[in-house]
Nanobody, 120 residues
Framework: DVQLQASGGGLVQAGGSLRLSCTAS????????IAWFRQAPGKEREGVACVSSGHLTTFYGDSVKGRFAMSRDNANNTAYLQMDSLKPEDTAVYYC?????????????WGKGTQVTVSS
């Protein structure tokens, strides 16, 4: 079975830090780009960060650039999102997402979310 499990969320004060983990099983983790999305109450889902499968290139949403850092450990099928200088507007449910796309095939998986709450 394919599993993508996000963890590490919690309650933190503004200015604090959290590290989210996304642990995968049941598919070739190395071949998938991994991304984090978030969704706050009443808002649309927003892309936060992603890391490619090959060259490990990272991309960040404008609202988190300079504060969040994404990495991956292929040996342990886990991706991380280090979140520093957290703001109340970072409060959301955070989801990890895995995608593999070629000219001939596209597969993707969503994990269950983890709640991040930043108090002011």
């Amino acid at each position: 079975d394919v599993q993508l499990q996000a963890s590490g969320g919690g309650l933190v004060q503004a200015g604090g830090s959290l590290r989210l983990s996304c642990t995968a099983s049941g598919f070739a983790f190395n071949d998938y780009a991994i991304a984090w999305f978030r969704q706050a109450p009443g808002k649309e889902r927003e892309g936060v960060a992603c890391v490619s499968s090959g060259h490990l290139t990272t991309f960040y949403g404008d609202s988190v650039k300079g504060r969040f850092a994404m990495s991956r450990d292929n040996a342990n099928n886990t991706a991380y999102l280090q979140m520093d200088s957290l703001k109340p507007e970072d409060t959301a449910v955070y989801y990890c997402y895995a995608e593999h796309a070629t000219l001939y095939d596209q597969r993707d998986y969503w994990g269950k979310g983890t709640q991040v709450t930043v108090s002011s």
